[in-house]
């Protein structure tokens, strides 16, 4: 029993000692372990992810799936941050309208993505390997296109910055922002390869595009729109139209002498005759006009009211083109005017 007991324990030891030997013998590249990967490839320096498969092409394409994921990842984390730095009303988060997936697949290979010679692991039988890309390198490859998206916005900023019309300046700074917004996309991606260079090539042209909706707003506050209706009844058309321009942002002026712009609304209830009941065909038009003339103008009808007396019709009528304008005027006016 005793010999048994000392073969067995003379067993372990010598498999302990081959074991030993073995792992001894194993020389694992620099990069194997997260110390030496992060000596071998800086993160400042450099994307760089780890894949591994049971082939060597198996392992590069591990590793760059891996960089893509990276990709991903950065373009929300810096979508989310970009969206909190432009002060707007209702922030939404643009990276819905990142291509996030087109613009790794397309520019993967302009970035350039090397490879470390592949690493077999005898004892797990798998092939491992790093993907890598040199940041300063990237940016330089990818700096063309966000140059050509920086300009197209800097020209449609220009041209909103040297307008004086007020709305027409604010038509012209949506415009900027749209356009801007391409720009962004690329601003975004181009922070993932190299913040540093990004903020320092592009970094006031971001700083103008966050500041339009801030430059909207200015233009919004500083022009009064005063609100004028003849024959409004009992005031529902008036409040409808004051809403409008509200929701649209502007400041709506009980004084037309510190307004710089005027809505002026007629209606007309066309009151049909030869009836023994009332019987209205009202109509509104609508005109907005600034210091330089008239800018905008909008009609629409409602359905024939037919009531027993004047003041009911009338009012109903009110009541109806009251409800065309909440329902019609603030598109239409987006529409018109670019807003």
């Given at each position: 029993m005793k010999s048994y007991n000392m073969?067995?324990?003379?067993?372990?030891?010598?498999?302990?000692?081959?074991?030993?030997?073995?792992a001894k013998s194993i020389v694992y590249?620099?990069?194997?372990?997260?110390?030496?990967?992060?000596?071998?490839?800086?993160?400042?320096n450099f994307i760089r992810e780890k894949g591994e498969g049971s082939s060597k092409q198996a392992a590069e394409n591990d590793a760059v799936s891996y960089i893509s994921r990276y990709f991903e990842t950065e373009t929300n984390i810096i979508s989310v941050s970009s969206v909190d730095a432009v002060q707007t009303n209702e922030k939404t988060d643009i990276t819905e309208s990142l291509s996030v997936r087109n613009e790794i697949s397309s520019n993967m290979k302009l970035f350039g993505v090397?490879?470390?010679?592949?690493?077999?692991?005898?004892?797990?039988?798998?092939?491992?390997c790093?993907?890598?890309?040199?940041?300063?390198?990237?940016?330089?490859?990818?700096?063309?296109?966000?140059?050509?998206?920086?300009?197209?916005f800097i020209s449609y900023y220009e041209n909103a910055v040297h307008e004086v019309e007020p709305i027409n300046k604010i038509k012209l700074l949506g415009d900027a922002q749209k356009t801007g917004e391409d720009f962004r996309e690329k601003l975004v991606f181009a922070n993932i390869l190299s913040k540093d260079l990004t903020q320092k090539t592009y970094g006031k042209d971001e700083q103008l595009l966050s500041s339009i909706p801030s430059m909207i707003?200015?233009?919004?506050?500083?022009?009064?729109?005063?609100?004028?209706?003849?024959?409004?009844?009992?005031?529902?058309?008036?409040?409808?139209?004051?809403?409008?321009?509200?929701?649209?942002?502007?400041?709506?002026s009980g004084s037309a002498t510190n307004a710089s712009y005027t809505a002026k609304a007629e209606v007309n209830y066309n009151k049909a005759s030869g009836t023994t009941r009332i019987v209205l065909n009202p109509y509104i038009t609508l005109s907005l006009k600034g210091k330089n003339g008239s800018l905008y103008a909008f009609s629409a009808e409602s359905e024939k009211v037919v009531a027993p007396?004047?003041?009911?019709?009338?009012?109903i009528a009110a009541q109806d083109i009251a409800e065309i304008i909440q329902q019609k005027l603030e598109t239409d006016i987006k529409n018109n005017l670019g807003l």
């Open positions: 073969i067995a324990l003379v067993t372990v030891f010598f498999s302990l000692a081959i074991t030993s030997v073995y590249p620099d990069w194997f372990d997260d110390d030496g990967l992060e000596e071998k490839f800086p993160a400042k090397k490879f470390t010679e592949a690493f077999y692991l005898k004892k797990e039988k798998k092939y491992y790093v993907a890598y890309i040199d940041r300063k390198d990237a940016w330089a490859r990818y700096e063309s296109e966000i140059k050509n998206a920086r300009d197209i707003k200015k233009e919004q506050v500083s022009n009064p729109v005063y609100i004028s209706v003849d024959d409004d009844n009992v005031g529902v058309i008036e409040s409808a139209t004051r809403k409008v321009f509200s929701n649209l942002g502007f400041v709506v007396n004047e003041q009911t019709a009338k009012e």
